[in-house]
């Protein structure tokens, strides 16, 4: 069986690399090992970030409804408690976006929270 040395391969690969440490710095971006290194260490920064992206966003979306429910003499818990019992099905996303842009439309809810809460 003939030998085969993989060459286009391997060159398609090390073009994707380098192209990748395009941005970096210095050597970063031009000798090889510190290329593949770096992107290497990019990638797996990016793929963990996709994940806690999604946390910090869910974090940033309570905080701004705490903030918008305790203007209204509620809790966090209280207000999506009272959403849950008046059958509001509106996420977390949609209500923080309502308590920064439409304050009218999140004092309703706050006071169909309210309603649901004190019937309970």
């Known amino acids: 069986m003939p030998r085969v040395k993989s060459n286009v391969a391997r060159l398609k690969r090390k073009k994707q690399i380098m192209k990748a440490a395009r941005g970096a710095f210095g050597a970063r971006s031009k000798l090889w ?6 992107v290497e260490r990019g990638w797996v ?9 999604k946390r910090d966003f869910r974090k ?25 019992k008046a059958g509001v099905e509106v996420d977390r996303k949609i209500l923080a976006d309502l308590a920064v842009r ?19």
């Open 33 to 38: 090992k510190a290329a593949k290194e770096n």
């Open 45 to 53: 920064y990016a793929y963990r970030d996709r994940k806690n992206k």
């Open 60 to 84: 940033l979306w309570i905080v701004r409804i705490n903030a918008a429910a305790h203007q209204h003499d509620m809790s966090y818990s209280v207000f999506m408690h009272g959403l849950k």
């Open 102 to 120: 439409d304050p009218g439309a999140f004092t309703v809810l706050a006071e169909k929270a309210r309603a649901a809460v004190t019937a309970a």
